[in-house]
């Protein structure tokens, strides 16, 4: 008896497990943060773990799971807080008055690692909606959503559901769906969501643009750095309100505020769709690298349109599974 109870407990726990990358990714664009998406995924498992021997297969496992993981992000957005890029909070602020003023945590959306959120599917084109998905400026865009309508615009359009599924699962009507979805569209179509063109996998040049762009930034060469950026680039850096727009103030800042900066190393990494890097800084302390920011890199037209730097270094590179620390050479 206790070996067919094992057995059925870990056969429970396979099948949940199963969903969970697809559910980290729905949560993530619900609500706009990796670890409140990881706190809700593990909610929905254990709220679906007790409840089990409830579930009578009416419904699919998969939208059972869905409709917990709602209900759980549902509650958790009831606070009424909703994140955002520095962009979307002031103007681009110029070198001159480039001032660093931390804003809490939960202010800003957060880099997520490509691993985490997206499945693996076999049809490109189902992975490149996937991809496209997760990206800052969209998950930016999905924040403007009143919670019901950013739940029934990523179920209708970025997972497929049928209207009559998603209306089951919200215990609503299919015209109630269909309204909130236009609604959700209208909104969208206000908000900046201008998507970089960087494929996955990178083509050849837009490989060629990432390798020279490290070698700028690695050698801290701001002219080879200034050849490699659009006129209208912009520079993020959470948790700092501060932003930057145009090669002239990003390079300058870099010159002057972030010239602690200079000497640093990349390693590549894969974030919110996008190519990313972790950015490691001389070690003050002794020999090699230490964490410094993770970096979210936006391409379009043949140049690198933004540099979304992500410094809370404590979270993020356990997060990423990165190393604490480089050696020298």
Known sequence: MGEQAAATTAGIDSRLEGHRVELTGYCYRMLGSAFEAEDAVQDTMVRAWRNFDSFEGRSSLRSWLYRIATNVCLDMLKAGNKRARPVDLTGPTPLAQAALNPLPENTWLEPVPDGRVLPSVADPAEAAVARESVRLAFVAALQHLPPKQRAVLILREVLAWKASEVAQLLDTTVASVNSALQRARATLADTDRSAPESAN??????????????????????????????????????????????????????????????????????????????????????????????????????????????????????LFGLPNHLDAG
């Open 201 to 318: 996998p990178l083509d050849e040049e837009q490989r060629k643009l990432l390798d020279r762009y490290v070698a700028a930034f690695e050698g801290y060469d701001m002219a080879a750095l200034t050849a490699l950026l659009h006129e209208d680039a912009v520079m993020t850096m959470p948790p700092f309100d501060l932003w930057l727009q145009g090669h002239a103030d990003i390079t300058g800042f870099m010159l002057s505020i972030g010239a602690g900066c200079a000497g640093s190393r990349l390693v590549a990494t894969e974030a919110n769709g996008s190519p990313a890097f972790a950015h490691y800084k001389p070690n003050p302390d002794g020999p090699g690298f230490v964490p410094w920011a993770v970096q979210v890199i936006d391409v379009s037209g043949g140049a690198i349109t933004g540099m979304h730097c992500f410094l809370d270094t404590p979270r993020w590179f356990p």
